[in-house]
């Protein structure tokens, strides 16, 4: 097996998951695992290891270009763009040991289930619907300052799980 | 860097974290983060939960089909020559806010060296040659990140000193010097809205392990207005947005010497002062 059949068959099922949470749609999540692998073979010298995890360069492209077919979907302003593909900090390394990183990453999962749920709701609703606060604050009818609440809180719970 | 600004960027980093800001209230973040670690660390934080949720969804087996379909895209896109590739990655590289991503993932280059051969597509000249010429191009792309970020710094500081020279509750400030500064001279024009610029001419040279740090002092009380930049030949100069909780009534803007990075209150001698 080649190394780019190889790196396909660890990352991919990863990627097609996240896609189709956020698109709902098979074929156009299928797209999106053609995108991602498409960026990253181009953009491949651009990356650097101590930057982070390859599994969570991959997955914050496929939420990038998800989020992206779904505004276009919804005819919404794209905010995102090529946000997170451009400007994921280049000063911010994320662990760059596979298994510390499956730790950390383990860690917010079980934190996330135990989250209380309107802030779980409105986290995932800025994360894999690419919402807005005030679009988030609409759809939930609810203050903006409770929504931008409710996400600081998440995040700042999530931060406080991870090991230091 | 001020305390104002560190606390407003600190606000924005879980919308930056999310995608949700501005392409002005982004590059703002990142120009931040540069100077400021506590920030970088909260997003270093911030990015691990950010993939953290990623991995929350269960990884799904795709259909054998898409492996085929994808492998055979990556196998077509290599067909341009590596050198337009990398030159592409300069013209795309954004103009504000990105650290030059050093470094080449070697499972990628494998990757894509065995589908490349597997191709009987001729590439490159060399391996050597390739890298070299990569080498090359990270680092012109390090120096022209550098420089825009040198111009935003500018250009942003530049904007500030015509909102302060202009401003309606402008006040010059003649200043003096003390101690072994006394040849020195300097001006400062303070608005309380919109802040402070000093220009000092013929400052001796701070003493070893020093710095000079400007006071806005209202009520008696001080409040870091940030460090004199070091312009050479003698010369400093802050251009900086008013402190917070400045009192009104008399204002006086004095210059210190202090520890490198400066202090939350003054603690060594004065050199310049002047009041209005």
């Known amino acids: 097996m080649d190394a780019a059949g190889e790196l396909y068959d660890r990352h991919a099922g990863r990627v097609l998951a ?15 695992v053609q995108e991602v692998f498409s960026q990253a073979w181009r953009t491949a010298t651009r990356y650097e290891a101590g930057r982070g995890s390859v599994a969570g360069w991959l997955l914050m492209i496929a939420r990038t270009r998800a989020i992206d077919r779904l505004r276009a ?37 079980q934190g996330l289930v135990a989250l209380p749920v309107e802030q779980r709701t409105a986290l995932e609703l800025a994360y894999f619907e690419g919402l ?19 996400i600081r809180t998440a995040l700042t719970t999530l931060r406080r799980s991870l090991r230091p | 860097m001020t305390m104002d600004r560190h606390d407003t960027i600190g606000a924005m980093l879980d919308e930056y974290a999310l995608g949700q800001l501005s392409q002005d209230e982004r590059r703002n973040v990142e120009t931040h983060i540069r100077e400021c670690d506590v920030c970088a660390t909260d997003l270093r934080h911030l990015t691990v939960v950010m993939e953290g949720i990623a991995h929350s969804v269960d990884p799904v087996t ?5 492996k085929q379909r994808v492998l055979a895209s990556l196998a077509l896109q290599p067909q341009e020559p590596r050198r337009a590739a990398v030159e592409s990655n300069v013209v795309t590289m954004p103009v504000t806010g990105v650290k030059i991503r050093r470094g080449v993932h070697p499972g ?17 000249s060399s391996d050597a040659t390739r890298r070299l010429l990569i080498d090359d191009v990270q680092e012109a792309q390090a120096a ?61 040279v701070p003493p070893p392990g020093r ?9 008696g009380t001080p409040f870091s207005a940030g460090l004199l930049g070091d312009q050479g030949a003698g010369r400093g100069m802050l251009i900086a947005p008013p402190p917070n909780g400045v009192a009104p009534g008399t204002i006086t803007v004095a210059v210190t010497d202090e520890p490198p990075g400066g202090l939350p209150a003054p603690s060594g001698m004065i050199r310049l002062a002047g009041s209005i």
């Open chain 2, 108 to 124: 990628w280059l494998a990757a894509a060296a065995v589908v490349i051969l597997g191709l009987g597509v001729a590439l490159y």
């Open chain 1, 73 to 109: 979907r919804h005819s919404r302003p794209d905010t995102t763009g090529d946000v997170l593909l451009e400007t994921m900090p280049g000063n911010t390394q994320a662990p760059s040991d596979q298994a510390i990183a499956n730790e950390q990453y383990a860690l917010i999962r």
């Open chain 2, 144 to 204: 022209a990140v550098d420089l825009q970020r040198r111009i935003d710094l500018y250009a942003e500081q530049a904007d500030l000193a015509v909102s302060i020279l202009t401003a309606g509750d402008m006040q010059p400030i003649a200043m003096s010097g003390k101690e072994d500064a006394t040849a020195s001279t300097a001006r400062a024009y303070w608005s309380r809205t919109r802040g402070l610029l000093i220009v000092a001419d013929d400052l001796p």
């Open chain 2, 211 to 219: 710095v000079y740090q400007v006071w806005v002092i209202g009520g």
């Open chain 1, 132 to 150: 807005s606060q005030s679009e988030i604050a609409e759809r939930l009818a609810a203050p903006l300052g409770t929504i931008k609440t409710r």
């Open chain 1, 18 to 32: 996240l896609a189709r949470r956020i698109l709902r749609d098979e074929g156009d999540a299928e797209d999106i």
């Open chain 2, 62 to 66: 795709p259909p054998p089909a898409l």
